[in-house]
């Protein structure tokens, strides 16, 4: 897979993480400038490695899927399916191809995405090649630097998945062997990810080794591997993974909705802290507009999904008047500019496996055991509970309808559930150029040129 690649190479002690981009088709062997260190001279300090894996999170908030920017999935895939509306006036950043469902193989939107994700799966090679290959560094470093590396590449595998269908897969930083993979069988391709993620969860501690809870825990790969199974409908194991979560006392559900998305709440399992302190998120940056909306609006189909005691209305979405009409925005993430003390990215949450454990017990025909969980997302937001009696049938409309209100606009949650419950067509109504093909993106165009062997493409394209 020949492609723009994210190489982390670190500094020696007192300098910054350095982050160059090469390109793989020049990828050959030269001397190491004066100012970086060769991954085995980096991985035999303990202060070097943690900066190599400080730059992998750096590129995860700066420009990665699981970004709350404009290239982030929350924005991409709210857009392509029914939480946002796009308002760029230019398509030239191909942002507007994507929202009307027209994505083309060199659409740059698409290009960009798989670039970024394989180069931060290369930084994640890199960091898993050079502590495995270590011989300084403590075993219990080995474990978690190795444990979060490999939790993030996995985690970026899955959502590329889920996005392109069926993708080349690559353990090594090797460019002989990367510039030559072909697009692994989906079959083979999850057993792979599952046994990753497996392994991830082993690795990493279940303390937190920051307070701000800014790194993944065993917790944060007990929720992943969660996800996974439900994706292989392996829903007695997706359950007791869910469990697992929910008991731990690490973990306190928050009651306040006011305070769901602010970063000191023992409700987030793992979060990204924004690049210089006090700056805002790149979601609050993103959605924020008072007068006329300058990227995305709410999607009216979304706005009226709320009943009007819905505190969720109250407290995510704002209304802001414009030439005598209402466009609404999330604002779930409030604070801007340098006036941030108090929120950060988050991507894993509580709430999200009281969901997750309510669908694997529907699933198992527990309708009267999940109610409860979808329930506290319910009085959370001041609505009344779900009754206990409802049949599999209600509680799986419950819990769809549910979810779709509490986790708008948040990486893409909205899209993955769609496609993951065969519901996709149902964007027809709402979205007039959606065909079924449009489940899946085209392979970058770029990259079949460089890689043949990621053929063929997609279909549809």
């Given at each position: 897979m020949k492609t723009r690649i994210e190489h982390i190479i670190v500094a020696a002690i007192l300098s910054a993480v350095l982050t160059t981009t090469i390109s793989c088709e020049k990828f050959v062997e030269t001397d190491f400038p004066n100012?970086?260190?060769?991954?085995?001279?980096?991985?035999?300090?303990?202060?070097?490695?943690?900066?190599?894996?400080?730059?992998?999170?750096?590129?995860?908030?700066t420009n990665s899927l699981i970004s709350g920017g404009i290239d982030g999935m929350g924005a991409l895939m709210g857009t392509y399916a029914d939480d946002l509306t796009c308002v760029y006036t230019s398509g030239s950043n191909g942002i507007l191809d994507i929202a009307n469902n027209q994505q083309v193989a060199t659409n740059t939107v698409v290009t960009t995405a798989w670039t970024n994700a394989y180069g931060q799966i290369y930084a994640a090679n890199s960091i898993i090649e050079g502590v495995t290959n270590s011989k300084s560094l403590s075993q219990a470093s080995k474990d978690r630097i190795k444990g979060e590396a490999l939790f993030v590449r996995s985690i970026i595998y899955f959502n590329l998945y889920q996005i392109f269908g069926e993708i080349a897969y690559t353990e090594t930083t090797n460019y002989v062997i990367n510039s030559q993979l072909g697009r692994m069988n989906k079959d083979q391709l999850l057993i792979k990810l599952e046994t990753d993620l497996s392994e991830a969860v082993n690795l990493l501690p279940s303390a937190y080794r920051n307070a701000e809870r800014i790194y993944p825990n065993k917790f944060a790969g007990y929720m992943a591997l969660a996800k996974m199974k439900m994706l292989l409908k392996k829903w007695a194991e997706a359950e007791v993974l869910c469990s697992t979560v929910l008991q731990s006392s690490q973990y306190t559900f928050q009651t306040d909705p006011s305070k769901v998305?602010?970063?000191?709440?023992?409700?987030?399992?793992?979060?990204?802290?924004?690049?210089?302190?006090?700056?805002?998120?790149?979601?609050?940056?993103?959605?924020?507009?008072?007068?006329?909306?300058?990227?995305?609006?709410?999607?009216?189909?979304?706005?009226?999904?709320?009943?009007?005691?819905?505190?969720?209305?109250?407290?995510?979405?704002?209304?802001?008047?414009?030439?005598?009409?209402?466009?609404?925005?999330?604002?779930?993430?409030?604070?801007?500019?340098?006036?941030?003390?108090?929120?950060?990215?988050?991507?894993?949450?509580?709430?999200?496996?009281?969901?997750?454990?309510?669908?694997?017990?529907?699933?198992q025909n527990k309708a009267v055991e999940a109610v409860p969980y979808i329930n506290r997302s319910c009085q959370r937001a001041g609505l009344p509970a779900l009754s206990t009696s409802l049949t599999v049938s209600a509680a799986t409309a419950e819990l769809r309808e549910e979810k779709r209100r509490e986790f708008f606009v948040e990486h893409g949650i909205r899209f993955f559930d769609l496609k993951r419950w065969g519901l996709l067509d149902q964007l027809i109504p709402v979205k007039p150029n959606w065909k079924s093909y449009h489940s899946q993106w085209p392979i970058p165009q770029k990259e079949l040129l460089l890689n043949p062997n990621l053929n063929p493409q997609n279909t549809g394209y």
């Open positions: 100012n970086q260190l060769p991954t085995e001279v980096v991985f035999e300090d303990e202060q070097t490695a943690e900066a190599a894996l400080a730059g992998l999170y750096a590129g995860l908030w998305f602010q970063k000191n709440g023992t409700h987030i399992i793992w979060q990204l802290k924004p690049k210089n302190t006090n700056d805002a998120t790149k979601e609050a940056s993103l959605y924020n507009f008072t007068g006329a909306p300058l990227s995305f609006v709410l999607n009216l189909n979304l706005i009226n999904t709320f009943s009007s005691g819905d505190l969720r209305r109250q407290h995510y979405i704002t209304a802001v008047p414009f030439n005598q009409q209402l466009n609404y925005r999330s604002s779930k993430y409030k604070n801007l500019a340098v006036n941030n003390p108090n929120e950060y990215s988050i991507i894993y949450r509580l709430d999200e496996v009281n969901f997750m454990m309510a669908e694997s017990l529907i699933e």
